[in-house]
């Protein structure tokens, strides 16, 4: 059954820890995204990536960072310099860059 | 660089009637064009998308969109909504150069009623 899997669904931290967001494909696609949802704000690019091991930063990178080790696999760790990190996180891959984006079911993380 | 306007936050509807969503893009150069659709804490979901061709797009679930170059816009169309519609929904867009990622506008509310 071929997509992209986000873990874990819901996630809760303390304010001040690293928290790393799990992002899975099996489609073979090239391209892998990262988008933070918030409500009233549409969908903010925060990282992507056109192949392994190569990335580039998105319109809100700050206080986020990637790694692109495999194919496969596209990590998004939220670090305690992110000032506002409670969203909805998006995970998204595509064949190319700019092509027909396919997403995941997202994460929830919840800062307190 | 490329943006997105969806020029409605929210559109309110009865069941059965037509409906329309808004969306303007910016660019200097080609794009591809996409709308998707979003279920409560779900992922998105494509309903179409304009790469060439035809003007006129058909999607999934009885919805169309019309790509109009001179304006720049890619509205989103249904004859006739149900329920089940509801839903929220995002006008995206990527530029035919390689390098870049898909961006979006801020979402417009579908509200189907009885």
């Known amino acids: 059954d071929g997509g992209i899997t986000q873990s874990p669904k819901y996630l809760f931290r303390k304010e001040g820890q690293n928290v790393t967001l799990s992002c899975e494909q099996n489609?073979?696609?090239?391209?892998m995204y990262w988008y933070r949802q918030d409500p009233g704000q549409g969908l903010r690019l925060i990282y992507y990536?056109?192949?392994?091991?190569?990335?580039q930063k998105g319109d809100i990178a700050e206080g986020y960072s990637v790694s692109r080790e495999k194919k496969e696999s596209f990590p998004l760790t939220v670090t305690s310099a992110q000032k506002n990190p409670t969203a909805f996180y998006l995970c998204?891959?595509?064949?190319?860059?700019?092509?027909?984006?396919?997403f995941g079911q997202g994460t929830r993380l919840t800062v307190v | 660089a490329q943006s997105v306007t969806q020029l409605d936050s929210q559109v309110p509807v009865f069941e059965e009637a037509p409906v329309e969503l808004r969306c303007n893009y910016s660019s200097s150069v080609s794009v591809y064009l996409f709308w998707y659709v979003q279920y409560p804490n779900q992922g998105l979901q494509l309903l179409l998308k304009y790469l060439s061709g035809s003007t006129l797009v058909k999607g999934i679930n009885g919805f169309e969109a019309e790509f109009n170059k001179s304006q720049t816009s890619f509205h989103l169309r249904k004859p006739s909504v149900h329920i089940s519609d509801t839903a929220e929904y995002f006008c995206?867009?990527?530029?035919?150069?390689?390098?870049?990622?898909?961006?979006f506008g801020k979402g417009t509310t579908l509200s189907v009623s009885s």
């Open positions: 995206a867009v990527s530029e035919l150069q390689a390098g870049t990622a898909l961006i």
């Open positions: 998204a891959s595509s064949i190319s860059s700019g092509s027909e984006a396919f």
């Open positions: 990536s056109q192949i392994v091991n190569d990335f």
């Open positions: 489609l073979n696609h090239d391209a």
